[in-house]
């Protein structure tokens, strides 16, 4: 069974930073793109950044540009988001999602097939 599973969420205060990884059992992540995605409390999920397979290519929503960055370690089979400069408005649930049909770094929810249960990041003094 493919499975993906999100670490690194928690309570951070305004200007704080994080760093999610997303990790697979079941397959490599090594040949899929991976995105992360949020979705806060009455909102639609909504892609924060997505890199393609080869990591020659990256998308960033305009609200985390110069603040996040993707990476990914295929030696490792991990894909990280490092999140700098925290804001209230990042709050939400930060899902990581797997697709293989695609070869760019496409980042809308619905292109994507593997799903991880999502990690909370609360950013809150």
């Known amino acids: 069974q493919l499975q993906l599973v999100e670490s690194g969420g928690g309570l951070v205060q305004p200007g704080g930073s994080l760093r999610l990884s997303c990790a697979a059992s079941?397959?490599?992540?090594?040949?899929?793109?991976i995105g992360w995605f949020r979705q806060a409390p009455g909102k639609e999920r909504e892609g924060v950044s997505c890199?393609?397979?080869?990591?020659?290519?990256?998308y960033y929503a305009d609200s985390v540009k110069g603040r996040f960055t993707i990476s990914r370690n295929n030696a490792k089979g991990t894909v990280y988001l490092e999140m700098n400069n925290l804001k209230p408005e990042d709050t939400a649930v930060y899902y990581c999602?797997?697709?293989?049909?695609?070869?760019?770094?496409?980042?809308?929810?619905?292109?994507?097939?593997?799903w991880g249960p999502g990690t909370q990041v609360t950013v809150s003094s």
């Open positions: 890199i393609s397979v080869s990591a020659g290519g990256t």
């Open positions: 999602a797997a697709q293989g049909r695609y070869s760019g770094s496409y980042c809308r929810p619905l292109m994507y097939d593997y």
């Open positions: 079941g397959f490599t992540l090594n040949y899929y793109g």
